[in-house]
């Protein structure tokens, strides 16, 4: 199996677990907040909403485009730091969000 093709399965998982994790919204944010200057947007939008809105769909038009996506994004000590301050169990989801990463730096 190709990369890109991995890249773009484990995407399909993080979303799947976002909406099991009851965490995937149906409402796009305003676009102002997805223009936000700083890492993972946290003055405008909350991790999740960050994982769905940026994350999955800028690594999507990535692979799609046929773009090298980057080798490093260090998102699961994000990850962990978000579900630590919630009664979620986000463990499912790190795990990929950690297979993401670990697949990224593969070549």
Do not use: H, Y
């Not at 199996?1 to 149906?26: C, P, T």
């Not at 944010?29 to 909350?46: H, I, N, R």
């Not at 769909?57 to 699961?76: N, S, W």
Request: include cysteine.
């Amino acid at each position: 199996m190709s990369r890109s093709v991995e890249l773009e399965a484990l995407l399909m998982e993080i979303e799947f677990q976002l909406r099991q994790l009851q965490l995937w919204q149906d409402q796009r944010p305003e676009d102002s907040a997805l223009k936000s200057s700083l890492p993972f947007c946290v003055d405008t939008l909350s991790f999740n909403q960050w994982l769905q809105f940026v994350f999955l769909e800028r690594f999507r038009e990535m692979l799609q485009a046929g773009v090298r996506p980057p080798e490093k994004c260090d998102i699961v000590p994000m990850a962990e730091e978000f579900f630590r301050a919630r009664a979620v169990n986000g463990e499912s989801l790190i795990m990929l969000l950690a297979r993401f990463e670990q697949r990224l730096l593969e070549n």
